[in-house]
């Protein structure tokens, strides 16, 4: 005897669902501002490694600092480069997240 999984359940569970952020904090930090933005699901690690990968490639200038896990975002930039920020993230999310279907 079976049971129905929804599809979407299916692709989540196999890392065919894009991540995104689903949520976004923004905390002053001396004269910077730290952002912190919460997936919409854990990464996959070869997500999280092609995420690095063009984050480094493509530093966004006047961040002083970033971090990545599979359920989070984090980083500390100037006030008027949070807008920037945010946007570079999902493009790079989004980009990071299409394709990688391998099992972490």
Request: hydrophobic share 45%; proline share 7%.
């Amino acid at each position: 005897m079976g049971f129905a999984v929804p599809i979407s359940v299916r692709d989540m569970m196999k890392g065919r669902v894009p991540a995104r952020i689903e949520a976004k904090s923004v905390f002053d930090v001396h004269t910077s501002r730290l952002g912190i933005g919460i997936f919409s699901r854990p990464l996959l690690d070869a997500e999280c490694r092609k995420f690095r990968r063009a984050w480094e490639m493509e530093p966004l200038p006047g961040f002083e600092d970033f971090e990545l896990d599979k359920e989070r975002i984090s980083f500390v930039a100037p006030a008027e480069n949070v807008p920037v920020a945010w946007k570079s993230i999902d493009r790079m999310l989004a980009l990071a997240t299409e394709d990688v279907k391998k099992a972490s």
